[in-house]
């Protein structure tokens, strides 16, 4: 089982919008709901973001959110903050053998 | 408040055996499966595995089935990651976290719905160095 795809790095001034990319294939994110993001600030522990391709745990400010179109999911951060900058990760459900799969991971910088 | 601590860190030589803990609620270890997940210095998150501490039953990524072995404590609300044999390229952060619920039905225990890790531990640093 392959990472799901992510690209490098993406970035934005204070106050713009970002979109994060996943590329999966029809054996995770294309064909399970189940598709979750992760902030990572350096030295610190993951962070859940995202769960259930768009649903935000209590305490995730609103400029986050998530969508899926296929086999791509897709994060967006809306009015671009200092603290966003971090690095993000995607994770799909991938069925009863593989069960999870992360991303490659994207670094977000805030310009 | 959900918390998950995990043991402090380690240094080993290659071929030494290590196993590393991760402690929560008894709730937490009654009700939801956890997984751990590894993080090479500079690299990505890879997921690991995951257990049941209800039952003890553990599942594994194939990339790492047959290199690590992923155990629990019910009763001290503890799992456990173990390695036999270290090796140099076993040098990494491990991350534990709470996955989704478990259930039980015909003797066998299954992942809910909610296939999300919501609360983690701090992070255990590994370095194998000869």
């Known amino acids: 089982q392959s990472a799901l795809t992510q690209p490098r790095s993406v970035s934005g001034s204070p106050g713009q919008s970002v979109t994060i990319s996943c590329t999966g294939t029809s054996s995770d994110v294309g064909v399970y709901n189940f598709v979750s993001w992760y902030q990572q600030h350096p030295g610190k522990a993951p962070k859940l973001m995202i769960y259930d391709v768009s649903k935000r745990p209590s305490g995730v400010p609103d400029r986050f959110s998530g969508s899926k179109s296929g086999n791509t999911a897709s994060l967006t951060i809306s009015g671009l903050q200092a603290e966003d900058e971090a690095d993000y990760y995607c994770?799909?459900?991938?069925?009863?053998?593989?069960?999870?799969?992360f991303g490659t991971g994207t670094k977000v910088t805030v310009l | 408040e959900v918390q998950l601590v995990q043991s402090g860190a380690e240094v080993k030589k290659p071929g030494e055996s290590l196993k590393i803990s991760c402690e929560g609620s008894e709730n937490t270890f009654t009700t939801y499966w956890i997984g751990w997940v590894r993080q090479m210095p500079g690299k990505g998150l890879e997921w690991m595995g995951i257990i049941y501490p209800g039952d003890s039953d553990a599942r594994y990524s194939p990339s790492f089935q047959g290199q690590v072995t992923i155990s629990a404590d019910k009763s001290s609300s503890t799992a456990y990651l173990h390695w036999s044999s270290l090796k140099a390229s076993d040098t990494a952060m491990y991350y534990c976290?709470?996955?989704?619920?478990?259930?039980?039905?015909?003797?066998?225990?299954?992942?809910?719905?909610?296939?999300?890790?919501?609360?983690g531990g701090q992070g255990t640093l590994v370095t194998v160095s000869s």
């Open positions: 994770c799909s459900y991938a069925g009863s053998y593989t069960l999870y799969v």
């Open positions: 976290a709470r996955g989704p619920k478990g259930y039980c039905s015909g003797g066998r225990c299954f992942l809910a719905s909610d296939h999300y890790f919501d609360y």
